[in-house]
């Protein structure tokens, strides 16, 4: 599986972002996928996870009603619709996504569950 994400960059306090991650060598829908984040001097926080097939979404408490994940299956791709921006969102966004997980614990699972990532992209609010 390869994840390659897009959409990140800078904003203003209050805007939006949405980021994108295209996987290939697996279909979208059968895979446990999620969006973690890295500020620096912080440790990697879980953002928003998708489950396959029935498509249930789990957010982090910081993100709760600001994010929402989604799930273009035709297109094998992910999205995270990013509103109301603050400037503790800047970090590196993560795609990361596995064939095995369920994603259906009711909550994101931790990072070292996920085998794949993807090469993260930047997002920056001022």
């Known amino acids: 599986v390869q994840l390659v994400e897009s959409g990140g960059g800078s904003v203003q306090a209050g805007g939006a972002l949405k980021l994108s991650c295209a996987a290939s060598?697996?279909?979208?829908?059968?895979?446990?996928m999620a969006w973690f984040r890295q500020a620096p001097g912080k440790e990697r926080e879980g953002v928003a996870a998708i489950s396959p097939g029935s498509g249930r979404r789990w957010y982090g408490d910081s993100v709760k009603g600001r994010f929402t994940i989604s799930r273009d299956d035709n297109q094998r791709t992910i999205y995270l619709q990013m509103n109301s921006l603050e400037p503790e969102d800047t970090a590196i966004y993560y795609c990361?996504?596995?064939?095995?997980?369920?994603?259906?614990?009711?909550?994101?699972?931790?990072?070292?569950?996920?085998?794949?990532w993807g090469q993260g992209t930047q997002v920056t609010v001022s």
């Open positions: 060598g697996y279909s979208a829908v059968t895979l446990c």
């Open positions: 990361a996504a596995d064939p095995f997980l369920g994603c259906l614990r009711g909550s994101i699972p931790p990072d070292n569950d996920f085998t794949y």
